[in-house]
T-cell receptor
């Protein structure tokens, strides 16, 4: 069974500050891990994904995430927040055995000018 | 590449009517497509997996007679909400996996906002 927990349904940061969005997963098989961003009334846009290989994954818009197996975590970070980063962020997991995605409950990011 | 479109982007209908939502892979073929629904301020919940040429696989708790899925070609899957009611109002999002690619590659459509009056 696979599941995703996103700690903090709302996160506020000042413009220029570090962004940290937390994601923990449970999976009975080696997971594939994803971060998506959703702007209001739009679909999902892939930020980055981890499948195999290097555990530090770099994505679009300056975001990156690190897969830590020992902590079952895949936290999303960005060194300096921009106003345009304000959106809903979803962490998702899928397993080798299937192609179903399991999404976290999402984290709403607010960037304060 | 790997663009998925949905039509319509939003629809308003009266209670009791049926609504069809289309999901198209524009530049690739997709053996498998997925349908999700998202309630306001909530996450995406998988409704069903649509396989070209065969019956869809529905998640537990999803009424297959209410949410009819047809995947008649490698580029088109449709979701029909039959006898829609206000509680069916939601944001419906599809995704598609390119044929031959890893099943963990999914590309998402922009979503369809359904409002049932």
């Amino acid at each position: 069974a696979q599941s995703v927990t996103q700690l903090g349904s709302h996160v506020s940061v000042s413009e220029g500050a570090l962004v940290l969005l937390r994601c923990n997963y449970s999976s009975s098989v080696p997971p594939y891990l994803f971060w998506y961003v959703q702007y209001p009334n739009q679909g999902l846009q892939l930020l980055l994904k981890y499948t195999t290989g290097a555990t530090l994954v770099k994505g679009i818009n300056g975001f990156e995430a690190e897969f830590k197996k020992s902590e079952t975590s895949f936290h999303l970070t960005k060194p300096s927040a921009h106003m345009s980063d304000a959106a809903e962020y979803f962490c998702a997991v899928s397993g080798l055995s299937g192609n179903q995605f399991y999404f976290g409950t999402g984290t709403s990011l607010t960037v304060i000018p | 590449g790997a663009v998925v479109s949905q039509h319509p982007s939003w629809v308003i209908c009266k209670s009791g009517t049926s609504v069809k939502i289309e999901c198209r892979s524009l530049d690739f073929q997709a053996t498998t497509m997925f349908w999700y629904r998202q309630f306001p301020k909530q996450s995406l919940m998988l409704m069903a997996t649509s396989n070209e040429g065969s019956k869809a696989t529905y998640e537990q708790g999803v009424e297959k007679d209410k949410f009819l899925i047809n995947h008649a070609s490698l580029t088109l899957s449709t979701l029909t909400v039959t006898s829609a009611h206000p509680e069916d109002s939601s944001f419906y999002i599809c995704s598609a996996t390119p044929s031959g690619m890893s099943s963990n590659e999914q590309f998402f459509g922009p979503g369809t906002r359904l409002t049932v009056l």
